[in-house]
């Protein structure tokens, strides 16, 4: 299974490369017709990594409840982001990764609720995630493309 997670490595590396020019005033603008940005987009790429494949096990997260709770599901930008909480989320895309990488290897995942996502896929156990988070992820990186379009315009 580490070859899901080398993928979703991939992903957020490439993610990265393409915003990699953009400013912290074009990360944080939320053109008109949407409801975020590119950095909430990547904050809640993080955040719903950690909730499908640690809370949803049972297991605490490696994110604060109040990075959790600002990026998860069902949430908005309230507020701009500074430079340096840009770069934390940008730091929490790799490291979360090294860190699911070596708790997936200590074979952590035993206590896994079996769920239903929005999009009718159900998730039994952590192979299941991780075949889940590439999917959910590349909803949200369509979107990071068509907000980066957008920003780069204006």
């Known amino acids: 299974m580490t070859g ?10 490439f993610l990265l490369e393409g915003i990699k020019d953009l400013t912290t005033e074009q990360l944080n603008r939320i053109p008109e017709g949407f409801n975020n940005n590119i950095i909430w987009n990547l904050g809640h790429m993080v955040a719903a990594q950690q909730g499908i494949c640690y809370k949803r096990a049972g ?5 604060s409840d109040e990075f959790w709770e600002q990026f998860r599901s069902g949430t908005k ?11 934390n989320i940008k730091q929490l895309l790799s ?3 090294d860190e699911l990488e070596a708790d997936y290897n200590n074979d952590i995942f035993t206590g896994y609720t079996a769920w239903n996502t929005r999009y009718n896929v159900e998730i039994k156990n952590i192979d299941d995630a991780l075949h889940f988070v590439p999917f959910h992820e590349g909803l949200h990186s369509g979107t990071i493309g068509a907000l980066k379009r957008l920003v780069s315009m204006a």
């Open 4 to 13: 899901q997670i080398e993928n979703i490595r991939k992903v957020r590396a």
């Open 95 to 97: 490291t979360t990764m």
């Open 77 to 87: 930008p309230e507020r701009l982001l500074s430079e340096s909480e840009i770069a």
């Open 59 to 63: 297991i605490t997260p490696h994110i």
